[in-house]
T-cell receptor, first 109, second 113 residues
Framework: SQQGEEDPQALSIQEGENATMNCSYKTSINNLQWYRQNSGRGLVHLILIRSNEREKHSGRLRVTLDTSKKSSSLLITASRAADTASYFC?????????FGGGTRLMVKP | NAGVMQNPRHLVRRRGQEARLRCSPMKGHSHVYWYRQLPEEGLKFMVYLQKENIIDESGMPKERFSAEFPKEGPSILRIQQVVRGDSAAYFCASSRDREQPQHFGDGTRLSIL
């Protein structure tokens, strides 16, 4: 099974609401990263949190990391229709990133 | 600064033909990674290269698939004798070093007839 598993698989909210996505993983990591993918496009790097960090902010994004529970969450505040995309967590523990299956977020205007 | 450039964006091949996918990393990046994505799934690691060297190919099928990153020119992912199951989006990413975030291209969508 995959190293990273996102939850929920799909999320639909109204513009202005907050969106929370969770990610669980299985093995020790160096860092955990969140990416966004718009349909038909490549992945855009959003934020990286290292294994010794617990929380990180970037604009409307807030990421938490709990290494004891092997889980991370991504919070998007005051969502916009343009935030509609798939969001992936990826763990780094060597030469590669290991991706989860993603959360498909739809923000309705 | 140009991002990671992949070409072609779409590639159609018949079963048994060869597919060549190209990736030019971002300027200053010497680490290149190839991933494969099936519809509605996350990306799966295939191979990690650093100029002229394959560092990790643990995610790449042992037969028909090969990758290179020559001293001059783009990285190439080569699939020989393609089969229907090779249909997927293939993404390339690059980074300055292993600890830095990977920057992705827009992918090559390979369709096998």
């Amino acid at each position: 099974s995959q190293q990273g598993e996102e939850d929920p698989q799909a999320l639909s909210i109204q513009e202005g609401e907050n969106a929370t996505m969770n990610c669980s993983y299985k093995t020790s990591i160096n860092n955990l990263q969140w990416y966004r993918q718009n349909s038909g496009r490549g992945l855009v790097h959003l934020i990286l949190i290292r294994s010794n960090e617990r929380e990180k902010h970037s604009g409307r994004l807030r990421v938490t990391l709990d290494t004891s529970k092997k889980s991370s969450s991504l919070l998007i505040t005051a969502s916009r229709a343009a935030d509609t995309a798939s969001y992936f967590c990826a763990t780094s523990a060597g030469n590669m990133l290991t991706f989860g299956g993603g959360t498909r977020l739809m923000v309705k205007p | 600064n140009a991002g990671v450039m992949q070409n072609p964006r779409h590639l159609v091949r018949r079963r048994g033909q060869e597919a060549r996918l190209r990736c030019s990393p971002m300027k200053g990046h010497s680490h290149v990674y190839w991933y494969r994505q099936l519809p509605e799934e996350g990306l799966k690691f295939m191979v990690y290269l650093q100029k002229e060297n394959i560092i990790d190919e643990s995610g790449m099928p042992k037969e028909r698939f090969s990758a290179e990153f020559p001293k001059e020119g783009p990285s190439i992912l080569r699939i020989q004798q393609v089969v229907r199951g090779d249909s997927a989006a293939y993404f390339c990413a690059s980074s300055r070093d292993r600890e830095q975030p990977q920057h992705f291209g827009d992918g090559t969508r390979l369709s096998i007839l």
